[in-house]
T-cell receptor, first 111, second 117 residues
Framework: DAKTTQPPSMDCAEGRAANLPCNHS???????VYWYRQIHSQGPQYIIH???NNETNEMASLIITEDRKSSTLILPHATLRDTAVYYC????????????FGTGTRLQVTL | NAGVTQTPKFQVLKTGQSMTLQCAQD?????MSWYRQDPGMGLRLIHY???????DQGEVPNGYNVSRSTTEDFPLRLLSAAPSQTSVYFC????????????????FGPGTRLTVL
């Protein structure tokens, strides 16, 4: 699986958009980008995933660059409850059940 | 649905003791797995199962045994606990092992916090 690089921490004001970057320069053509988050030592929670097109769901948007070497998770209106560690994971669809978690980005949403 | 449940929530063991961490899901998922998370680290895969009667090793299987006699349950056994096994353990499940685009994801349990003295 391709390795990912994320900043260790980020801050965001409540109500503003949180943009979390992820670099995956060695991604291969059949690997997907998955995002999970972990709130205060709870079990990880799935957010969104994509292959090459931008994706949006009720939680977030995922923007993948055209060369697929990086992506950005966007939380459009961050709230205090979005404070968590966010993991960007690149994996083959066939191994999306065997995830390799890095250390992620700790997002702190403040008033 | 209760989703993925884990028991106990907390456990303290002495070195050399054995115990079983329980995991159950009520979503009729084929695939189940166990991860451990050490302080400040990401999750690492211990063992996984693609269906009843089928298990395989993950990244860090040593010191752990699993079995899958039913679709619902996937217990993790520590044969002889060591301080290095102090960690938070998460169980996860998904509908199938091969997750097709847009159709499925993993669901994680709340975790078991284990301390080995």
């Amino acid at each position: 699986d391709a390795k990912t690089t994320q900043p260790p921490s980020m801050d965001c004001a409540e109500g503003r958009a949180a943009n979390l970057p992820c670099n995956h320069s060695t991604i291969s053509g059949n690997e997907y980008v998955y995002w999970y988050r972990q709130i205060h030592s709870q079990g990880p929670q799935y957010i969104i995933h994509g292959l090459k097109n931008n994706e949006t769901n009720e939680m977030a948007s995922l923007i993948i660059t055209e060369d697929r070497k990086s992506s950005t998770l966007i939380l459009p209106h961050a709230t205090l409850r979005d404070t968590a560690v966010y993991y960007c994971i690149v994996t083959l669809a066939g191994t999306a059940s065997k995830l390799t978690f890095g250390t992620g980005t700790r997002l702190q949403v403040t008033l | 649905n209760a989703g993925v449940t884990q028991t106990p929530k907390f456990q303290v063991l002495k070195t050399g003791q054995s115990m079983t961490l329980q995991c159950a899901q009520d979503m009729n998922h084929e695939y189940m797995s166990w991860y451990r998370q050490d302080p400040g680290m990401g999750l690492r895969l211990i063992h996984y199962s693609v269906g009843a009667g089928i298990t395989d090793q993950g990244e860090v299987p040593n010191g752990y045994n699993v079995s899958r006699s039913t679709t619902e349950d996937f217990p993790l056994r520590l044969l002889s606990a060591a301080p290095s096994q102090t960690s938070v353990y998460f169980c996860a499940s998904s509908q199938r092992f091969f997750l097709t685009y847009r159709t499925d994801t993993q669901y994680f349990g709340p975790g078991t916090r284990l301390t080995v003295l």
